[in-house]
């Protein structure tokens, strides 16, 4: 088992929330590079605006009007992924390796990339590790969902969603993108409604509201039993509210609207990403401190939900 770091909590707890480090963003072909430094500065922003709030092992969910104890959990760092720069497939494999670990001793896995191509191995680990059916909430402005081009290969930050319905027990119809927006090419129109995606587009989820987005969300991705992956791109945000990614589209969500949808799958999804956070696009590390704010979010709901 690769080592950790205790964060929060008590070393001995039997319930865990692991966090991982994929500093990678080498495949951000069609975007700006620099979510490599991501991880890095999201633990950051975790030591110095949120672990001073927690006394006497527990904090006060301000939004959720409740305490949180931490006795029996723990946060573990086990650090960052050693990243092949010269060789995709062999940081995607290390990737793999790590979640499976991570998986198979029973902790709930946080993973900060890198470009959304991490996800990749991620869930490949996740679906070898799983039985029966699987389900994805994508949080997103861009689909995911090219099979290949000549740029970018088959395992870009653009496949990460196709790549998943590649493997035998993700299915189209528990796959359900969330803040997705903007243009994209024909073929992908054409794919998306003959396998039966589920989109609730950005401008769909602010006529709906957030809640019934989220409800709606986890009803689909989790529709038979499905266990559920929830991968967050960054940029399902918009600009002003997440000056650090790597592609803006205009029209995304608010921070108050992702947390808000978090903090309502949280207690139902099995593992989760946070990707395509770039520092070195950020304004006073503001969209570093959302995902530093989400993964409290997600902490506090699993242990209120218990």
């Not at 495949?27 to 999201?42: D, K, N």
């Not at 969603?161 to 119809?173: C, I, V």
């Not at 903090?263 to 956070?277: G, K, N, Q, T």
């Not at 070195?280 to 902490?299: E, Q, R, W, Y």
Request: proline share 5%; hydrophobic share 45%; charged share 20%.
């Amino acid at each position: 088992m690769f080592s950790s770091k205790l964060i929060l909590g008590k070393p001995d707890a039997k319930r865990c929330f692991a966090l991982i480090g994929i500093p990678y963003d080498a495949s951000s072909s069609l975007t700006r590079p620099g979510a490599r430094f991501a991880p890095g500065r999201i633990r950051d922003a975790i030591q110095q605006n949120l672990l001073f709030r927690v006394q006497d092992n527990a904090f006060y969910d301000v939004e959720g009007e409740r305490l949180i104890r931490l006795d029996g959990y723990a946060l573990d760092d086990y650090g960052d992924i050693f990243v092949s720069g010269h060789d995709h497939m062999a940081t995607h494999e290390r990737a793999r390796q790590y979640m499976a670990e991570i998986l198979a001793s029973g902790a709930f896995p946080i993973v900060l990339g890198g470009d959304h191509s991490v996800s990749i191995p991620l869930m490949k680990a996740f679906h070898d590790h799983s039985d029966g059916p699987l389900g994805i909430i994508h949080m997103d402005a861009h689909l995911d969902l090219m099979d290949e081009s000549p740029r970018q290969g088959r395992y870009s930050g653009s496949s990460p969603m196709r790549r998943a319905l590649d493997l035998e027990r993700f299915q189209p119809k528990n796959l359900v993108q969330v803040g997705v927006r903007g243009f994209n090419y024909p073929d992908q129109y054409e794919y998306i409604t003959s396998q039966g995606i589920h989109h609730i587009t950005a401008s769909k989820l602010n006529a709906m509201g957030t809640k019934a987005a989220a409800e709606q969300a986890i009803e689909l991705a989790g529709a038979g039993g499905a266990r559920v992956y929830l991968s967050l791109d960054a940029d399902v945000m918009d600009h002003a509210f997440a000056p650090g990614i790597g592609m803006e589209e205009a029209g995304g969500l608010t921070s108050a609207q992702v947390l808000q949808f978090v903090r309502i799958v949280a207690p139902h999804i099995a593992a989760m990403d946070i990707v395509e956070v770039n520092p070195l696009m950020d304004k006073v590390d503001v969209t570093s401190n959302i995902a530093a704010h989400t993964i409290f979010t997600v902490i506090a709901a699993r242990i209120a939900a218990g």
